[in-house]
């Protein structure tokens, strides 16, 4: 069995205590040795760009500046949405150093023999 994880996350800062409960499953499993991949959709494509992802959700939650950079510090990776991403007419190059503009076929072709999935 495969020890890699895909989390697929479709909330952006509309629901910031949804987007730090995904970042904190990616940092645990990067973290912890299991490659990561976050599968950016809908409104968390924005997520992926500089200076987007910052403040924090809730009391006692950490900020996400800084589970973004746990995150591309372990080896973590954001695969984006083109048909969100375009939609949103968004700059390319206003992207993370880990993200990549990736639909649905590079997603399989990178899960391979299998991986553990997480949604939010």
Avoid: H
């Avoid at 020890?3 to 499953?25: H, M, P, Q, R, W």
């Amino acid at each position: 069995m495969s020890d890699k994880s895909v989390i697929s996350l479709t909330t952006g800062l509309e629901d910031a205590e949804t987007v730090t409960v995904a970042f904190l499953v990616a940092v645990g499993a990067a973290e912890s040795g299991r490659p990561p991949l976050m599968f950016l959709t809908k409104e968390a494509v924005r997520l992926a760009q500089e200076g987007v992802a910052v403040g924090v959700a809730c009391d006692g939650c950490p900020p996400l500046p800084d589970l973004m950079k746990r995150y591309a510090d372990a080896g973590g990776q954001y695969y984006v949405c083109p048909v969100c991403f375009n939609a949103r007419q968004l700059d390319k190059g206003d992207l993370l150093p880990n993200a990549e503009i990736q639909g649905t076929v590079p997603l399989w072709e990178w899960i391979g023999d299998g991986a553990t999935t997480f949604s939010y």
